[in-house]
């Protein structure tokens, strides 16, 4: 099964994560199948951006997306 969810990445105390397609069985940080936008909550308001396109194809082809990510989408749109 696949899952749309957050890749963390950045420094200590600067976090950034991208937004990827991943098996649901892989580590957060573990292998992506693709990397669809990303994620920067440092700036007031965060920075959200997300391929509409690629979303909408996983999302037909079975991706599930974290709750977190949900939120996300529904932030973006």
Do not use: C, S
Request: hydrophobic share 35%; glycine share 6%.
């Amino acid at each position: 099964m696949l899952k749309i969810r957050l890749k963390r990445g950045g420094k200590k105390n600067q976090p950034f994560f991208r937004i990827v397609i991943a098996d649901a069985k892989e580590k957060r940080d573990g292998k992506t199948v693709e990397i669809i936008g990303f994620y920067d909550p440092k700036p007031d308001p965060p920075v959200i951006k997300i391929n509409q396109k690629r979303l909408d194809y996983w999302l037909k082809h079975g991706a599930q997306p974290t709750p977190t990510v949900r939120e996300l989408i529904k932030k973006q749109v």
